[in-house]
């Protein structure tokens, strides 16, 4: 990974700091941004949401109301080669108090910080925290490059430079 510059920065191990993070037995572990967008509209829909619809926010604590979600970002930059596809699942840590992710496949040739939807399913607030593990990224290596990548499909989120809301 390191070596075709799929994740700037790159942790060639295990940090075990707060929540741990970078390479683990056959994925990544990324970590969470400071930067985060706080839903607080009325409708989530995607196609009424505006960034109206959502407080920003920045600092190394972010608390999601109960029932409510935040939209945060990696810390780290992907760049997905045409034979590689990232399926993303949240850390157990979050999971264990009841806050989950929501991350679409890194499809190949797809580059750019990842958008994390981050639900608090609980009915208490909840805390997430920047800088420490937020999800785990399992790339998988295909025999053949795909017939059309992201790229090829100018896919609508490539190279996100922040948090994408959805665009329709």
Same mark, same amino acid.
């Given at each position: 990974m390191a070596q075709k510059g799929m994740i700037y920065p790159f942790y060639p191990e295990k940090i075990k700091k707060g929540i741990s993070f970078g390479l683990s037995s056959y994925g990544y572990d990324f970590t969470l941004s400071d930067e985060f967008m706080i839903f607080k509209g009325k409708i989530a829909s995607p196609r009424k949401i505006s960034e109206n619809d959502f %407080? !920003?926010?920045?600092? %190394?604590?972010? !608390? $999601?109301p109960a029932n409510s979600f935040v939209?945060?970002?990696s810390e780290e930059y992907f760049k997905i080669p045409r034979e590689v596809i990232g399926i993303c699942f949240?850390?157990?840590t979050y999971a264990r108090c009841g806050i989950v992710i929501n991350v679409t496949p890194l499809e190949p040739e797809w580059e750019g910080y990842i958008t994390i939807q981050i639900a608090n399913l609980s009915s208490a607030e909840s805390e997430i925290y920047a800088g420490e593990g937020i999800g785990q990224v399992i790339f998988l290596s295909a025999d053949e490059l795909c017939e059309r990548s992201y790229k090829d499909l100018s896919g609508k989120y490539d190279k996100a !430079?922040? $948090? %994408? $809301?959805?665009?329709i």
């Open positions: %407080e !920003k926010f920045k600092g %190394e604590v972010c !608390k $999601i939209l945060g970002r949240g850390k157990s !430079k922040g $948090i %994408e $809301i959805p665009k």
